[in-house]
């Protein structure tokens, strides 16, 4: 099964791996960084995160314009890009039940 084969599913893709990229900043990263004085992981996720924090922002803004969302929905996928676990709370809840492509 190809994963990146509509908008839909490379948009569950970005979020995913926007999501998991800010936990692992929090999680690992951070602690390495201020705990064991290891910076060099945090530099690299940090980079890849902010990457892939505005991929998701970009097909957030474009998907609402496509799908022609409510204001209160674009709200909520954008929020969810800065709270730990949102991007994955977004997919479940409000994009997999509303989107017009699944």
Known sequence: MNLVNSKTNQFKLIAHA???SLL???FITMPLKYIMEWGLPNKVVGMAHGILF???VVFI???AIDEKWQKRKLFIGLLASILPFGTFYFVKRWYNKTSPHN
């Open 18 to 20: 926007e999501g998991i």
């Open 24 to 26: 692992l900043i929090l």
């Open 54 to 56: 505005l991929i998701y």
């Open 61 to 63: 803004l474009v998907l």
